[in-house]
């Protein structure tokens, strides 16, 4: 797995292509705990499930369904009327924030692989290209020397490119300001919305 630091950088990074002008803070608090929170399945160590399990490590949780759950879940937190025209963007972002972290799981190093077609098909999976190196489950091991190194991997090929992403996006945002917008329906009916 990456640290939680880089899934929530990815979550966060991801969220500045859905957010609008006044984004409240639950908006970035969600995107950021729901690209970590996938890693909690690591209690079942504890509990006896089998790493293999479909419900062991990097098993449903990482997966796809998963997220599209939580992300509707997530969508309980903007109920109100100011995002009658932003909830699917909002599911959207939450959605690729939590997929997000089965995506860079797979770009590690170690571990079994990631199911991403869980509860349906248990296979896991990797991508062919596995640059960052994989983060120790133990908090007190990843404050170490090897530690060091896995946060240089993580910063090289996921802190460098979410900034990149970061910096895209506004000046994306700065060129529409400057040479005008996509129209507005295909932006929802009010852009300072999520």
Excluded: C, K
Aim: zero cysteines.
């Amino acid at each position: 797995m990456a640290s939680a630091f880089t899934h929530a950088i990815a979550g966060l990074a991801i969220g500045t292509a859905f957010r609008g002008r006044e984004t409240p803070a639950r908006f970035w608090v969600l995107g950021a705990a729901f690209a970590a929170l996938p890693d909690l399945d690591g209690i079942g160590y504890w509990l006896g499930v089998p790493y293999d399990s479909t419900f062991g490590h990097r098993g449903f949780s990482h997966s796809l369904a998963f997220a599209a759950i939580l992300g509707a879940i997530g969508l309980l937190a903007f109920r109100d009327r100011a995002f009658d025209g932003a909830r699917t963007r909002v599911w959207a972002y939450l959605f690729l924030a939590t997929a997000s972290h089965g995506v860079l799981d797979a770009m590690t190093s170690g571990g079994g692989g990631v199911a991403f077609f869980a509860p349906f098909v248990n296979e896991r999976y990797f991508f062919p290209w596995r640059p960052i190196l994989v983060s120790p489950m133990s908090v007190r091991r990843f404050f170490s020397e090897r530690g060091a190194r896995i946060l240089a991997s993580e910063f090289v090929y996921v802190w460098i490119p979410a900034a990149l992403f970061v910096l895209g996006v506004r000046l994306l945002e700065a060129g529409q300001t400057r040479f005008g917008s996509f129209p507005r329906a295909a932006r929802g009916n009010d852009p300072n919305r999520v």
